[in-house]
């Protein structure tokens, strides 16, 4: 699913039961991220032997098919690249049980993250102050 | 330019250190050549059927083509360019004060059909090596030859011979019947491995489909042109099949296929694998870093252009550990080697006359 918060679009995912959220943005050029395939990421020791990894779940971004961790944001081959997580918890009737934090790593494309949240069967997106001022101004920008 | 005959400049003036010499030819001068080192069987059909030795070299290196052997080098007498040890010594090995040179021998076997023939003229033409080179001069090693399309056969003949001390390669014609990436080649390269030797991807083959990428040219000079193409296809295949991982030990040289093409064609493969690569997993980094791992290439030819635009390409390779001196005699290209050298830094003009072949083919 993907949610407009003021200029900003971001990505839900439900992987395994938990929610996570990206930016709806490719940290490559721009492209629209969570509008790419769901795949689970596949590897191979060898030519012939290949494997899927159940639990590590990319989206592809739709432009150059790159692959992206739903979790965390990190693209597979590239450390410099990052997609932009945002937390996303439950709350409401169940807001002691929050399902988890992407982690995040100091880098070039981070972004501003955005707390998402679910209570009682509604999203609330709650946009936190800014602090970058880059990101500051898109933040304003989208509160306004 | 004449930078390969030594006119314009002294060899110690062009470059003052050691030069080590990865693509020069020997050329079996006529079938009646190897008859010495063939079962009688093999020298009796031969000359029962009128047989002349395989019909792809006229093909690939049409006797007279400007290309095939510059003037300089072919003999008044008529006999073949590149067919005596002492012609080699006499242009090459003796004026450049070469340390060690590779001698490649494409006698075109993969276009002999015949499976047990082809063995035999493999066979004969790597104890030809041995017994009119190898052993002559100890500045020489040399890559074996085999036949191509029988890669089990093949396999057998690298471990027959492989363990010489002069053969540092097995010379793998560019054009072959399928792409060398592919699983049936397996056991080729698992020989090639198991010899410690080093797979020369080289000019030439007869493949059962046109020379170029997408069937027969009018013209020898389409051929000629389009076969880095072929080189880009094989590097392609031996890269996204995964040969390197199956075989991480294996070293690859590119041999008279350019190099100019190198850059843009691994960047675009970067970016296909970016994006493609889950079609693909056990390719687990950029296919850039694997050719700086397993590959390496010869600079004849070189086809310079402009020398600004030149500079560019080299710093496009990154690694100043990729290009091999080669003269390819007796072969005819216009490379000016000293402006070359002048576009690159120090280490690389090292790496590139005699530092990266030594540690490629493990000279002492």
């Not at chain 2, 070299?57 to 083509?65: E, R």
């Not at chain 2, 252009?305 to 550990?321: A, F, H, S, Y």
Request: net charge negative; with cysteine.
């Amino acid at each position: 699913m993907v949610v407009t918060v003021g200029r900003r679009e971001i990505g839900i995912f439900r992987v395994d039961g938990q929610f996570y959220g990206l930016l709806n943005r490719c940290p490559h050029l721009g492209g629209p991220l969570c509008a790419g395939q769901i795949v689970t990421d596949v590897v191979s020791p060898v030519p012939g032997d290949v494997r899927t990894r159940p639990g590590r779940t990319f989206v592809t971004c739709p432009w150059h098919n790159w692959e992206f961790d739903i979790k965390t944001g990190q693209s597979y081959w590239n450390d410099r690249l990052r997609a932009m997580p945002f937390p996303v918890s439950v709350e409401g009737r169940d807001a002691a049980a929050a399902l988890g934090t992407a982690a995040r790593t100091p880098g070039p494309y981070q972004a501003e993250t955005v707390p998402v949240a679910v209570e009682d069967d509604v999203l609330v997106l709650r946009l936190r102050p800014a602090q970058p001022a880059a990101a500051g101004t898109r933040a304003t920008e989208a509160g306004a | 330019m004449t930078t390969a005959l030594l006119e314009d400049r002294p060899r110690d003036q062009l470059w003052s250190g050691p030069v080590i010499d990865c693509d020069v030819h020997a050329c079996v001068p006529s079938l009646d050549a190897l008859f010495p080192y063939q079962d009688k069987v093999w020298v009796d059909a031969a000359r029962e059927r009128g047989y002349r030795g395989p019909t792809g070299l006229s093909l690939t290196y049409p006797p007279l083509a400007p290309t095939t052997a510059r003037t300089e080098w072919r003999p008044a007498d008529g006999r073949v360019p590149a067919s005596e040890l002492g012609l080699l010594q006499q242009h090459i090995l003796d004026p450049w004060r070469v340390e060690k040179a590779v001698v490649n021998c494409y006698y075109a076997i993969d276009s002999l059909r015949h499976p047990d023939w082809a063995i035999a003229m493999a066979r004969s033409v790597n104890d030809w090596l041995i017994d009119q080179w190898l052993d002559r001069d100890p500045r020489l090693s040399a890559s074996l030859v085999i036949p191509a399309r029988d890669p089990a056969a093949a396999a057998a003949e690298i471990d027959r011979v492989g363990k010489h001390p002069g053969f540092v390669q097995v010379l793998l014609p560019v054009r072959s019947e399928r792409l060398y990436g592919q699983r049936v080649f397996w056991p080729l390269f698992e020989a090639i491995e198991r010899n410690d030797l080093v797979a020369g991807l080289h000019w030439g083959g007869l493949a059962e489909h046109g020379p170029t990428p997408t069937g027969y040219a009018s013209w020898y000079v389409e051929e000629y042109a389009e076969e880095p193409q072929v080189f880009g296809a094989q590097l392609t295949s031996m890269i996204v099949e995964g040969l390197f991982q199956k075989f991480p030990g294996l070293r690859v040289s590119v041999l008279e296929g350019g190099f100019t093409w190198l850059p843009t064609w691994a960047w675009n493969l970067n970016k296909k694998w970016k994006g493609l690569r889950r079609e693909f997993p056990w390719v687990d980094r950029l296919p850039s870093e694997i050719i700086r791992d397993h590959f390496r290439f010869s600079i004849a030819p070189t086809d310079m252009g402009p020398p600004e635009q030149m500079r560019r390409i080299i710093d496009w390779l990154v690694t100043d550990d990729l290009l091999m001196y080669a003269s390819d005699y007796p072969h005819l290209h216009t490379d000016d080697l000293h402006a070359l050298l002048g576009l690159m830094p120090e280490t690389m003009r090292a790496n590139l006359m005699s530092e990266t072949a030594r540690r490629w083919y493990r000279f002492k």
